[in-house]
């Protein structure tokens, strides 16, 4: 799924949406609704992260989750309402809502496109390495003072990462929820860099400018370079990254270039020894190591798997 066919894909009229009654009346007016997060996550391909589209043309009720919830507006605008407060996301928006706090959201409107993650909790028990602003965010939730957070990226490289997200969610394959995993820290360190509410944050914090360093050389960087830039030495600056990042230097910069060698091999014909190259590896023992470590494949099964999957679903939609 290129980005055209994503585009057209998340402005569709759905069928439950075309079955919508004009009529309906406000279901905000019912009893409040609690989603369970079992019952979210049940099924799907990552069992840490889930996408799925927001619905429009009539307005969600009061409910409220165990897991947490990151809306990401695509396009339009959209109001939530929480008992305190509320905000309106405008395109490139990310908003974060703490497990538990009943909220809703007014109607939707046919350009008002909105992709929700499903972030299990299971991203702080040792599952995924997250930011460490996250972390602090999620902690405050659960002594009972966490509140929404709205943080405006508008067209930044958030949206690069999140778009490649849902490509992967909406279009999947076998592989499809280890790439979303992969992606996902690289999304939070976009967030932070982009988000003019974390900039204060992004100021204090020279690990800003170590993460775009890596992000910009990512096929030859070094820690040893990286930390004589900055001035540090290259077992503190890890050992820092890990602590406010969630990941070491080489930690992130392999789920960097990992993300990006899937992407290779979905949507190129470059042989694997040019895929690796042009993902940062030189040894290829060691490209096929950790390529294996996260798909549980080879690079080549990989590709051919992924234009099974892409030939199948071309043939379903003829």
């Known amino acids: 799924m290129d980005k055209d066919r994503l585009d057209a894909f998340l402005r569709q009229i759905r069928l439950e949406e075309r079955a919508i009654n004009p009529e309906i009346q406000n279901r905000m007016s019912g ?4 989603f369970a997060e079992d019952l979210r996550l049940h099924g799907q391909t990552s069992r840490l992260i889930r996408l799925s589209t927001h619905g429009r043309f009539q307005p969600t009720p009061p ?4 897991y947490i919830e990151v809306m990401y507006l695509y396009d339009g605008s959209v109001t939530h309402h929480w008992d305190n407060g509320q905000a309106t996301l405008t395109k490139g928006d990310f908003f974060f809502i ?3 706090m009943p909220h809703w959201t007014d109607t939707c ?11 299990s909790t299971g991203l702080f028990d040792g599952g995924m390495a997250a ?3 996250l972390g602090e965010w999620y902690a405050e939730c659960r002594k009972g003072n966490g509140q929404p957070l709205l943080l405006h990226t ?3 490289a958030a949206r690069d990462t999140v778009c490649r997200m849902m490509q992967e969610a909406f279009d999947p394959d076998g592989f499809s929820g280890e790439v979303v995993e992969q992606l996902f820290p690289v999304l939070l360190l976009d967030i932070r860099r ?3 509410g974390l900039r204060e944050m992004k100021e204090r914090n020279v690990l800003y400018g170590v993460v775009r360093y890596i992000e910009s050389r990512y096929r030859t960087v070094t820690l040893a370079e990286t930390a004589a830039h900055f001035g540090y030495t290259p077992g503190y600056l890890s050992a820092r990254m890990k602590r406010e990042l969630g990941q070491s230097f080489s930690e992130f910069r392999q789920s ?5 060698a899937a992407l290779l091999l979905r949507e190129s014909e470059l042989p694997v020894t040019e895929v690796a190259s042009q993902s940062g590896f030189t040894n290829m023992t060691h490209f096929y190591r950790l390529f294996d470590r996260a798909f549980h494949q080879t690079p080549a099964d990989y590709r051919a798997s992924a234009q099974r999957s892409a030939k199948h679903q071309g043939l379903d939609k003829m």
């Open 31 to 34: 009893s409040m609704i609690h």
């Open 63 to 66: 409910h409220s989750h165990d």
């Open 98 to 100: 703490p497990p538990g």
């Open 109 to 119: 409107g046919a350009g008002d496109i909105a992709v929700n993650l499903i972030l």
């Open 131 to 133: 930011a460490r602003w």
């Open 154 to 156: 508008g067209m930044s």
């Open 194 to 196: 982009g988000s003019d």
């Open 256 to 260: 960097f270039c990992m993300a990006q």
